[in-house]
Nanobody, 122 residues
């Protein structure tokens, strides 16, 4: 089994910063893409950013220039540095990873974390 555990959410004032972390553990052969999605109340879950094992990144237009995604392949961990936060960034943030498990190396599965709340408010 593969688990993703997020940390780093919380309450921050507009203009502030937060750093989210997500560590993957379990029976992992390899991890390709890792990413962050978010879901605000009454809205659909949307992609925030993702990063491949080679370091290529992709961002939603709404966060470009403010958020930075990075990963530590040795630790199977992905980070999301969020700067200049706005009230509209308030959401539950979900980590996800495309993993080939040790028991099924020919296939890739997307695993999700439990989510961490980010609230931007004065």
């Amino acid at each position: 089994q593969v688990q993703l555990v997020e940390s780093g959410g919380g309450l921050v004032q507009p203009g502030g910063s937060l750093r989210l972390s997500c560590a993957a553990s379990g029976s992992i052969f390899s991890i390709n893409r890792m990413g962050w999605n978010r879901q605000a109340p009454g809205k659909q879950r949307e992609l925030v950013a993702d990063v491949t094992s080679g370091g290529s990144t992709n961002y939603a237009d709404s966060v470009k220039g403010r958020f930075t995604i990075s990963r530590d392949n040795a630790k199977n961990t992905v980070y999301l540095q969020m700067n200049s936060l706005k009230p509209e960034d308030t959401a539950v943030y979900y980590c996800n990873a495309d993993v080939r498990p040790n028991g099924d190396r020919l296939h890739q599965y997307r695993y999700w974390g439990q989510g961490t709340q980010v609230t931007v408010s004065s």
